[in-house]
Nanobody
Framework: QVQLVESGGDLVQPGGSLRLVCRAS????????MSWARRAPGKGLEWVSG????????YIPDAMEGRFSISRNNAGNTVYLQMNNLKPEDTALYYC?????????????????WGQGTQVTVSS
C-alpha cells in the first residue's frame, strides 16, 4: 500500500525559504517518478515540480523556475522540495505524489498515490 507522508510546512515571511520532505513507503521507491503539487485557497490543484525515478531529470514549471527545486534520496525513500524567495501567493497545501511511471508528468491522471499534504503559509 502506497504511503506518502509530507512534512516541513510552516509559517514563513516573504522572501524566506522552506524545505518540504516526503517520506514514502509501500512500493519500490526507486522505480517511480515523484512530484509535488499544491492547492491554494479557493484554487485548483497545481503541479509545482517533478523528478524521474533516478533523479537525473527534474521538471519545474516556469512560474517556479529559479525558486523551487526538487531532489530525492532513493536510499532513504525520500523526496524533497526546496523553496526559496517565497511569496504570499505560494501559500497552499503542498502534496507529494507518486507517478505511475519512472518519469513524472504534469498530468494528475498519471499519479496513483498522494499524501495528506503539509501547509505552507507565506505572510508577514
Amino acid at each position: 500500500q502506497v504511503q506518502l507522508v509530507e512534512s516541513g510546512g510552516d509559517l514563513v515571511q516573504p522572501g524566506g525559504s522552506l524545505r518540504l520532505v516526503c517520506r514514502a513507503s509501500g512500493f519500490t521507491f526507486s522505480s517511480y517518478g515523484m512530484s509535488w503539487a499544491r492547492r491554494a485557497p479557493g484554487k485548483g490543484l497545481e503541479w509545482v515540480s517533478g523528478i524521474s525515478n533516478d533523479g537525473f531529470e527534474t521538471y519545474i514549471p516556469d512560474a517556479m523556475e529559479g525558486r523551487f527545486s526538487i531532489s530525492r534520496n532513493n536510499a532513504g525513500n525520500t523526496v524533497y522540495l526546496q523553496m526559496n524567495n517565497l511569496k504570499p501567493e505560494d501559500t497552499a497545501l503542498y502534496y507529494c505524489a507518486k507517478s505511475k511511471h519512472p518519469r513524472s508528468y504534469d498530468d494528475f491522471n498519471e499519479y496513483d498515490g498522494w499524501g495528506q499534504g503539509t501547509q505552507v503559509t507565506v505572510s508577514s
